[in-house]
């Protein structure tokens, strides 16, 4: 199976390029971005060696979707989808923070807690919580946000405020939308029988105007559980069945690697990639409702240049 793991295209009044750890971002006039989601997979902030088939598709498309389905919340900057892997948007100038909601304690927050952490981003975390116990209201947990290659870190609402990485207006907008976000997030994930369980946003602005970036409610950016399983789990302190790219990280720490110096990336066989590939096609059908259809070509790299070639042209 075919993946797109790089892209170096030149398209029409191209101003510049920006190779992320998943998507490369096309800067068109500076005005407008060309956004692929690749088939990169990363994990602890490292760009695994191969790609995963459809999982670009798989990315953007949920997202699209869930951006038509927010965008009553707050602007955001997508203009159109002109290929199954790519999202034309606004360009805007981003915040640089993450903002991270948290509505259950779980995976890093979870490892920091049991560690004796009890205090997250400046948000205290009561003590007797158990793994996968929910928060009485979601948590915003926010990071820096970091060049690629390296960690994304902690940081407080005070810290932010302090040094002046984002005014105290434009942060409460943020708090705002996120939780407005997560709560509208949470909803529709309750009618797919999933519980949504923590998530990142990023947002940016453009002629004085805050907009949702990026990606929006993917298995890369979110975490789900199975809302049918979760109680009888979370009594018996099992692990929780669930839907996001944790189960990757889990294969990664089960092989002795979580992104720290000197170990190594486990072999990816074919084996370990299909297995990756059919959980993202899982976690599409489950997250939107929808079948996967995907889209095979000859050429993806020669699919998207026409499609979005095309599309600027218009």
């Given at each position: 199976?075919?993946?797109?793991?790089a892209?170096?295209f030149n398209?029409e009044?191209?101003t510049?390029?920006?190779?992320g750890?998943?998507r490369?971002v096309?800067?068109?006039n500076?005005e407008?971005?060309?956004?692929?989601?690749?088939?990169?997979i990363?994990a602890?902030?490292?760009v695994?060696?191969?790609?995963?088939?459809f999982k670009?598709q798989?990315?953007?498309?949920?997202?699209?979707k869930?951006?038509d389905?927010?965008?009553?919340?707050?602007p955001?900057?997508?203009i159109a989808t002109p290929?199954?892997?790519?999202t034309?948007?606004?360009r805007?100038?981003?915040?640089?923070?993450?903002?991270i909601v948290r509505?259950?304690l779980?995976?890093?927050a979870?490892?920091a807690?049991k560690?004796?952490?009890?205090?997250i981003?400046?948000v205290?975390?009561?003590d007797?919580?158990?793994?996968n116990?929910?928060?009485?209201?979601p948590?915003?947990?926010p990071?820096?946000?970091?060049?690629?290659g390296k960690h994304d870190?902690?940081i407080?609402k005070e810290?932010i405020?302090s040094?002046g990485l984002?005014s105290k207006?434009?942060y409460?907008?943020?708090?705002?939308?996120?939780?407005a976000?997560?709560?509208r997030?949470?909803?529709?994930a309750?009618k797919?029988g999933?519980?949504l369980?923590?998530?990142?946003?990023e947002?940016?602005?453009?002629?004085?105007?805050i907009y949702?970036?990026?990606?929006?409610?993917?298995?890369?950016s979110?975490?789900?559980f199975?809302a049918e399983?979760y109680?009888e789990?979370?009594e018996?302190?099992?692990p929780?069945?669930?839907?996001?790219k944790?189960f990757?990280?889990?294969?990664?720490?089960?092989n002795?690697?979580?992104g720290k110096?000197?170990q190594q990336?486990?072999?990816?066989t074919?084996e370990v990639?299909?297995?990756?590939?059919?959980?993202?096609i899982e976690?599409?059908?489950?997250i939107?409702?929808?079948?996967?259809?995907?889209s095979e070509?000859?050429s993806i790299a020669?699919r998207?240049?026409k499609?979005?070639?095309?599309f600027?042209k218009?």
């Open positions: 199976m075919k993946t797109l793991t892209t170096e398209f009044n191209q510049s390029v920006y190779h750890k998943v490369d096309y800067s068109i500076n407008t971005l060309v956004m692929i989601a690749t088939d990169r990363s602890f902030d490292v695994l060696p191969k790609g995963i088939p670009g798989m990315l953007n498309q949920i997202a699209a869930f951006l389905e927010t965008s009553d919340i707050c955001n900057w997508k290929d199954p892997m790519v034309v948007g606004l805007c100038e981003g915040f640089p923070v993450e903002m509505g259950y779980c995976g890093s979870w490892r807690y560690s004796g952490v009890r205090e981003c400046g205290k975390i009561p007797g919580m158990r793994e116990e929910k928060f009485p209201t948590i915003i947990t990071t820096t946000k970091a060049e690629i870190e902690d407080s810290e405020l040094q984002v207006e434009d409460e907008l943020l708090e705002k939308y996120t939780l976000l997560f709560e997030g949470t909803e529709i309750a797919r999933l519980i369980v923590d998530t990142k946003y947002f940016g602005k453009a002629n004085g105007t949702l970036m990026d990606e929006i409610h993917t298995p890369d979110s975490r789900y199975y399983s109680n789990l979370f018996k302190g099992e929780q069945k669930q839907l996001s944790e990757v990280r889990e294969w990664l720490m089960e002795g690697f979580q110096e000197g990336v486990p072999e990816m074919d990639v299909c297995n990756i590939s059919n959980r993202y976690l599409f059908e489950q939107t409702g929808e079948k996967f259809s995907p070509s000859e020669e998207i240049e499609n979005v070639s095309d600027l218009k």
